[in-house]
Structures are given as structure tokens and as C-alpha cells.
């Protein structure tokens, strides 16, 4: 119940185009969901983050969506370019308190590669 | 702001041996959570200091511990060193233990 599933493993874009990647949960009590992207030679950098209360959130070029009564949430990338390849992984972290006490649970990541 | 700091970036240890690696959070952070990253088994949480207690604990074995000092830097140590252990140490911080979380650059340990 405590797992992220993350997919796909792999993606290939054109400079240009849009990236989509997506992330399903089980465990209802997961309330926070951010976006980590990571470099080779570097810790994951948060991206951006949604709360359930609301269903979609944009900043920059990159946009989560986020479908509650589905328990999934993706990921966006508008006019992906080179400099987005890197590996991109979702995660979740239940409410303040006990068990949540700076805990994210990661998805696997995506390998996106944006072709000039 | 300095971001999270991870030393050493580097480490070659055999097996059996034992290491410790280093953390220091952002400035004004008081959380300090520790991930494993592998190929095989992605990120996964190990703990979580805040304070110089542990809150919060992975399911990983007694081999690997950690602490808190009281300017908030913390160690993770891991003794009885086995192969599987090959892996980036990432630390993260954060004010009181909620989201959002920022990560170093991570120790990458091999054992020989």
C-alpha cells in the first residue's frame, strides 16, 4: 500500500513536443506530491509539488495534473527541450506527523531523453 | 543560501569495514532525512533526525544508524559493510520534518 507506480521507464521526445509521465498510488493517506528531476552526478531536485485540494498546477513549463478519485498524477513538460533530459521521479508523503516525519515514497523514474 | 552539503562525495570501502558519511542540512532546516539510491530499489528511506532524535525509521537493518548534532548536521553510519550496500547516500533537509524536502548531491559508496 505503500508504494508509487511510475511509468514509463523510458522516454524519447522531440525538442518541441510534450513529455508526459505518470504516477499511480494506493495509499489514501498520501497528501503531498512532488516532482523530483535528476542529473547524472547529482541528488534529485524538486521540480514542483500539488496537495489534493486542487487539481492541477502549472509552473513554468511544467504542469501536474491530478486525479484524486483515481489515486494517479502526471507530470507535464511543455516545449521539452534538450536540457530536460534527465530522470524524473514522482513521489508521495502522507500527512504531518508520526509515520510522515520526512518520509517521501519514490516512484522507480523516467529516463527522458529530448532529441534536438 | 548554501544548499544541502554531503561529504565525502566518494567512498571505496571493502567488505567488513565500517563507514560513516556526513550531512549538513540548509541553514535554518532542523530535519535531516537519509535515502538509499540504487538501480535495483530506487530511493528509499532510511530515517529521519530531527532535533537529535529519531523520528522516523525505513525498514532497513540495524547495520546502518545515524545521528544528529545538535547544529543540526547529521551522520549516517553503516557498519559490517556487504556488497548490496554499493549505492548513492542522499540526504535531505527540511524545516521541521514536513515537505518539501531539498537533496545534496549524495556520497557514492562502493565496497569492493
Known amino acids: 500500500q505503500q508504494q508509487v507506480k511510475q511509468s514509463p521507464q523510458s522516454l524519447i521526445v522531440q525538442k518541441g513536443g510534450i513529455s508526459i509521465i505518470n504516477c499511480a498510488y494506493e495509499?489514501?493517506?498520501?497528501?503531498?506530491f512532488p516532482w523530483y528531476q535528476q542529473f547524472p552526478g547529482k541528488g534529485p531536485a524538486l521540480l514542483i509539488a500539488i496537495r489534493p485540494d486542487v487539481s492541477e498546477k502549472k509552473e513554468g513549463r511544467f504542469t501536474i495534473s491530478f486525479n484524486k478519485s483515481a489515486k494517479q498524477f502526471s507530470l507535464h513538460i511543455m516545449d521539452s527541450q534538450p536540457g530536460d533530459s534527465a530522470t524524473y521521479f514522482c513521489?508521495?508523503?502522507?500527512?504531518?506527523?508520526?509515520?510522515?516525519?520526512?518520509?517521501?515514497?519514490f516512484g522507480q523514474g523516467t529516463i527522458l531523453t529530448v532529441h534536438p | 543560501k548554501a544548499g544541502v552539503t554531503q561529504t565525502p562525495r566518494y567512498l571505496i570501502k571493502t567488505r567488513g569495514q565500517q563507514v560513516t558519511l556526513s550531512c549538513s542540512p540548509i541553514?535554518?532546516?532542523?530535519?535531516v532525512s537519509w535515502y538509499q539510491q540504487t538501480p535495483g530499489q530506487g530511493l528509499q528511506f532510511l530515517f529521519e533526525?530531527?532535533?537529535?532524535?529519531?523520528?522516523n525509521k525505513g525498514n532497513f537493518p540495524g547495520r546502518f544508524s545515524g545521528r544528529q548534532f545538535s547544529n543540526s548536521r547529521s551522520e549516517m553510519n553503516v557498519s559490517t559493510l556487504e556488497l548490496g550496500d554499493s549505492a548513492l547516500y542522499l540526504c535531505?533537509?527540511?524545516?521541521?520534518?514536513?515537505?518539501?524536502?531539498?537533496f545534496g548531491d549524495g556520497t557514492r559508496l562502493s565496497i569492493l
Open positions: 495509499n489514501t493517506a498520501f497528501d503531498y
Open positions: 513521489a508521495a508523503s502522507p500527512g504531518a506527523g508520526g509515520t510522515s516525519y520526512g518520509k517521501l515514497t
Open positions: 535531505a533537509s527540511s524545516r521541521d520534518g514536513s515537505q518539501p524536502q531539498h
Open positions: 533526525y530531527f532535533s537529535e532524535t529519531q523520528r
Open positions: 541553514s535554518g532546516h532542523r530535519s
